[in-house]
């Protein structure tokens, strides 16, 4: 097996970022003198991007959610405004 104890280094910056440990972080944990070098050691993996894409969504939704409210407030103001003409 060939295993160096480097390699946890890897194992560790990639466990903390699939965690929710954001890279500045994880690059102050380390010593790197920037991201660069930290985004190297932290690996990511399909699944552990997909809660990024799920968080995207959500504020999407939200956002989407918002609008419709603010969208049918003016109209009920319209409404009412032409109705007392």
Known sequence: MDFRFHDL???A???M???GV???KVQLILG???PQMTQR???HY???LRSAVDTLEKVSQICHNRADQQNNQSYKKL???HAGQ
């Open 9 to 11: 280094r890897h194992t």
């Open 13 to 15: 910056a990639t466990r």
């Open 17 to 19: 970022v699939q965690n």
């Open 22 to 24: 954001d890279l500045y």
């Open 32 to 34: 790197h003198k920037g």
């Open 41 to 43: 050691y932290a690996h």
């Open 46 to 48: 399909p699944e552990s």
């Open 79 to 81: 409404k009412s405004q």
